[in-house]
């Protein structure tokens, strides 16, 4: 049961000020570079996820490598 591009680019929106909100707590205690990126590759798998639900066969995959720390 697939979506249409623009029910699914409004539900990514709304996923997206969802996101936003819960994180925002984090730039508090002055993390937010870490936290704009953590939003954006978070996003990215959602999209990825959503996109594998509907059908397609994409990989599930934002970096190689995670970091241990945020200093690396």
């Known amino acids: ?5 623009d029910e699914f680019n409004k539900a990514m929106g709304q996923f997206r000020l969802q996101l936003n909100a819960i994180m925002n707590v984090f730039n508090v205690y002055g993390l937010t570079i870490y ?14 996820l959503a996109k594998r639900i509907q059908g397609e066969d994409i990989p599930i995959k934002v970096v ?9």
């Open 35 to 48: 936290v704009d990126s953590a939003k954006m590759e978070i996003s990215l798998l959602a999209e990825q």
């Open 64 to 72: 190689d490598n995670y970091k241990r720390r945020i200093t690396e």
């Open 1 to 5: 049961m697939a979506i249409s591009q």
